[in-house]
């Protein structure tokens, strides 16, 4: 049987009839809402977050593609140079090549990344839903496979690393990891906002296109990360702050 | 000795303990300051035992203006050499001096001094802080800083933490403030080893009174031996304020408090949670309160300021806003808190 190609399981993804458990999530637009910040300003914010937190998840998603893509069986390491071994598991860890690593040193350079624990939940939440799905769609597949193993023996997985797996397992090529995560977010916020504030519908979806246009120019640099390092490390403080300060209200439409 | 330092350098609360200098036998390669040596002419390894000591209470020297020059700013805390000695503290001076204010057998504390006007265009400030094993080290500013318009030259501000095992680093910086026309790239990289301790304290500020300030790129990246902690890169440019990042807030004040990885195992990596910085070593100085692992942080009681706790342990409370006096962030200069 032929696989679907690369673009048709982008718009998959990126579709919100796609059963992922998406639709919960605002993609930070209620807590900003919540936390005082006028309709007017969320395309500066969608802005703002084309070229910031939607960079450190893509980048996320790049590296665990280049890590996973071609794996056998068995937890994946990675070389700076983006080969990947299927070697299982047993290595010591002091005797792994310099440079090395593996899907949990990229869990770890996303977490440190991700300093606002309620923005670490909502995504890790968003993962399991997009594990759910890959695990049905690609079971064979041994990117999906090795994130199962990872989950059954390390908890849930961020939304960008499952994203990457489902990358590494169906050929998307990393600049459209890229973009399919920004627009992801972009949307995910326009398609809230319009749950939360009457608004001609079609205003928020030039907002989208902007906030992808907008990330365009880092497109080509996030595609590049080969190492966890190479992540970048974008942050947006005042997010954060708003993301902490809803997950502790009773009264909200979305999960984050 | 302290008593030789201006009134300005005292700390809040001078050690009161705080050996009599005088009676410490002399280190064998104290040569005479203020001189300091030339830090060109060293190895790009910075082997710190090239570094004479520092005699306490060395005056202040005015350093020669010389933008440009990557000088570096050294300062090292090493284990005393003999039992009821004090810890050795050596420094070097850059384009900011460091001077000693005070220590005892495990502790330092030394106060980094602007040797001139300061950040200028083409400025490169490069602070570096070594501290041994179960030394700890309380760094103060004595005045804030001010990076100036650069007319179209950048300026760079970087510090590089070393900390050994079960070492302690307490930094509270003075603002950094951001003038209109000032283009600055300001990193903080913080290696520590097991059980380090590591409390900093930055506050930046876009633009002085009645300026919406310059352009700054702010990147923390804080890693212990398991791998990163904390690693965050913040862009911010006042005439050009983003929702989200910092919206309209000309503060951005950011108390950090993390250690590295406890001797045992550095607990789930891949998971949630992971070791907490509150496992009853904090001792009643921390400010951060008591916390299990699992437990959130109690209600902070710091108006608008937002306690974030990381992933692998440690926490990152900040507070936004639109000026230095309203913050309700502390890390005051509190002689002796790094230490265990």
Request: proline share 11%; charged share 20%; net charge negative.
């Amino acid at each position: 049987m032929t696989s679907a190609h690369a673009l048709s399981v982008a718009m998959l993804l990126a579709d919100a009839r796609l059963p992922s458990g998406g639709h919960a999530h605002s993609a930070s637009l209620e807590p900003a809402l919540l936390g005082g910040m006028p309709t007017s300003e969320v395309p500066a914010w969608l802005f703002g977050r084309a070229t910031t937190v939607s960079l450190v998840e893509a980048g996320t998603a790049v590296v665990t593609a280049r890590l996973l893509a071609g794996t056998a069986v068995g937890e994946p390491r990675g070389t700076p140079g983006g080969t990947a071994v299927g070697e299982p598991r047993g290595v010591p860890d002091g005797v792994r090549p310099a440079g090395a690593f593996d899907l949990a040193d990229v869990v770890r350079a996303w977490a440190a990344r991700t300093p606002a624990p309620a923005l670490r939940d909502a995504a890790r939440l968003l993962g399991r839903g997009y594990l759910r799905l890959a695990r049905t769609l690609w079971a064979d597949a041994p990117a999906v496979r090795a994130l199962v193993a990872h989950d059954a023996a390390h908890g849930p997985l961020p939304r960008a690393v499952v994203l990457g797996a489902v990358a590494a397992a169906t050929g998307l090529p990393a600049a459209d990891t890229v973009r399919l995560t920004v627009y992801d977010d972009a949307q995910t916020a326009a398609s809230a906002l319009l749950k939360l504030e009457p608004l001609d519908p079609v205003t928020p979806a030039r907002w989208v296109l902007e906030a992808c246009a907008a990330a365009e120019q880092h497109v080509l640099r996030v595609a590049a990360c080969t190492t966890p390092e190479d992540i970048p490390a974008s942050g947006s403080p005042q997010t954060e702050g708003w993301a902490q300060a809803h997950a502790l209200l009773s009264q909200r439409l979305f999960r984050a | 000795m302290p008593d030789a330092l201006p009134d300005a350098l005292m700390p809040d609360a001078p050690m009161p303990d705080a050996p009599d200098p005088d009676a410490l036998p002399d280190a064998p390669d104290s040569n005479a300051l203020p001189e300091a040596p030339d830090l060109d002419a060293l190895p790009d390894a910075p082997d710190p035992d090239a570094l004479p000591e520092v005699p306490d209470g060395s005056p202040t020297t005015a350093v020669p203006r010389a933008p440009s020059t990557p000088r570096v700013t050294r300062v090292a805390v090493e284990r005393p050499t003999g039992f009821g000695a004090p810890v050795r503290v050596r420094t070097s001076d850059g384009l900011l001096a460091a001077r000693l204010v005070a220590r005892d057998g495990t502790r330092a504390e030394v106060a980094l001094v602007a040797g001139g006007a300061m950040l200028l265009g083409g400025d490169h400030v490069i602070v570096s802080v070594r501290v041994d094993p179960g030394c700890a080290l309380t760094l103060t500013d004595v005045g804030g800083t001010v990076a100036y318009d650069g007319d179209g030259k950048a300026c760079r501000w970087d510090a590089d933490i070393r900390l050994g095992p079960g070492a302690g680093l307490t930094w509270a910086g003075l603002p950094f403030v951001v003038a209109s026309g000032a283009d600055v790239r300001r990193t903080t990289t913080a290696r520590l080893a097991t059980d380090a301790r590591l409390t900093l304290r930055e506050t930046v500020v876009l633009g002085r009174s009645g300026e919406c300030g310059g352009r700054i790129t702010l990147r923390t990246d804080v890693a212990d031996d398991v791998g990163p902690i904390l690693v965050e890169e913040l862009t911010a440019a006042g005439d050009h304020p983003v929702p989200g990042v910092l919206g309209d807030h000309a503060v951005i004040d950011t108390v950090t408090d993390v250690r590295g990885s406890p001797p045992d195992g550095p607990g789930d990596p891949g998971g949630p949670g992971g070791p907490d910085s509150s496992d009853g070593r904090g001792g009643p100085d921390s400010f951060d309160g008591p916390g299990g692992p699992d437990r959130p942080a109690p209600a902070p009681d710091l108006d608008g300021a937002v306690t974030l706790r990381l992933d692998r342990g440690g926490t990152l409370t900040r507070w936004l806003g639109p000026a230095t006096h309203l913050s309700p962030l502390d890390l005051a200069p509190d002689f002796g808190s790094a230490g265990q």
